[in-house]
């Protein structure tokens, strides 16, 4: 396990998997990104298609847990 980033607001989120809105695919989030102008980011995998990315933390709230 990765040490978390000092002033990460929501290490609890590391490893979680959630969804895109209320009916999209599933994604894990990996680790945390950087604190950029327009708030944290996220690194997550989308294991449908091993897609990984940079993903914004305010949108990794507003979805929901995955199923």
Do not use: C, N, S
């Amino acid at each position: 396990m990765q040490p978390h980033i000092a002033g990460f607001p929501h290490p609890e989120l590391i490893g979680t998997f959630r969804q895109f809105g209320p009916f999209g695919i599933p994604y894990q989030i990996l680790k945390e990104g950087h604190d950029t102008v327009k708030g944290w980011t996220v690194e997550i995998e989308v294991p449908q298609t091993g897609e990984r990315l940079e993903y914004p933390l305010k949108d990794a709230l507003d979805d929901p847990e995955a199923r």
